[in-house]
């Protein structure tokens, strides 16, 4: 009974280091975002999510995916590296703004569920899902057909000017 206690043990430590949730790819087809960044995503009609995982390729940087009608109304997705933990956070990115501010602290919710994590030497893979429709005014409609995709990141493990790139992608999402 020790040998399974220790071995629970030991596995738990390996899998946190390692990162946690299910990072299993919700579709086979994935849009490639120049050198950049990688998704695979689902918008799941009957449960009522929209579930994408990202692989981004610049360890150690903050990045963010977002939605939204131009650059001056972006819902924001923020991945924050913490060692070897991914911080998640649903902002808004607005005019006047120079950074994605919190949901929360401008009066909207936190929506953005983070369901698995792994950070590595070459990339890091996160695994999120949100309702595709919250009633937060700060939060985008998510719905199958044409969609913009705002991304931007920096050079710094967290939200910063620093290095700052971003740019937007069209994509074509299918209900499933």
């Given at each position: 009974?020790?040998?399974?206690?220790?071995?629970?043990?030991?596995?738990?430590?390996?899998?946190?280091?390692?990162?946690?949730?299910?990072?299993?790819?919700?579709?086979?087809?994935?849009?490639?975002?120049?050198?950049d960044f990688r998704i695979w995503d689902r918008y799941d009609r009957w449960r009522g999510y929209y579930i994408a995982v990202i692989e981004f390729y610049h360890p150690g940087f903050w990045f963010m995916i977002g939605w939204g009608n131009s650059e001056n109304d972006i819902d924001s997705w923020v991945f924050e590296i913490d060692g070897k933990?991914?911080?998640?956070?649903?902002?808004?990115?607005?005019?006047?703004?120079?950074?994605?501010?919190?949901?929360?602290?401008?009066?909207?919710?936190?929506?953005?569920?983070?369901?698995?994590?792994?950070?590595?030497?070459?990339?890091?893979?996160?695994?999120?899902?949100?309702?595709?429709?919250?009633?937060?005014?700060?939060?985008?409609?998510?719905?199958?057909?044409?969609?913009?995709?705002?991304?931007?990141?920096?050079?710094?493990?967290?939200?910063?000017?620093?290095?700052?790139?971003?740019?937007?992608?069209?994509?074509?999402?299918?209900?499933?």
């Amino acid at each position: 009974m020790r040998f399974l206690v220790l071995v629970f043990i030991i596995c738990s430590f390996i899998w946190t280091i390692n990162g946690y949730g299910d990072l299993r790819k919700p579709s086979r087809k994935s849009l490639r975002i120049g050198n950049d960044f990688r998704i695979w995503d689902r918008y799941d009609r009957w449960r009522g999510y929209y579930i994408a995982v990202i692989e981004f390729y610049h360890p150690g940087f903050w990045f963010m995916i977002g939605w939204g009608n131009s650059e001056n109304d972006i819902d924001s997705w923020v991945f924050e590296i913490d060692g070897k933990r991914v911080l998640a956070s649903d902002r808004y990115w607005g005019d006047n703004m120079n950074l994605p501010r919190r949901d929360v602290a401008l009066g909207g919710r936190g929506n953005l569920q983070l369901q698995g994590y792994k950070v590595g030497k070459d990339k890091t893979t996160v695994k999120v899902r949100r309702k595709f429709n919250t009633r937060d005014k700060y939060d985008k409609v998510i719905r199958p057909g044409d969609q913009d995709i705002y991304w931007a990141y920096g050079s710094d493990s967290c939200i910063s000017e620093k290095g700052l790139e971003k740019g937007s992608v069209f994509r074509r999402i299918f209900a499933k």
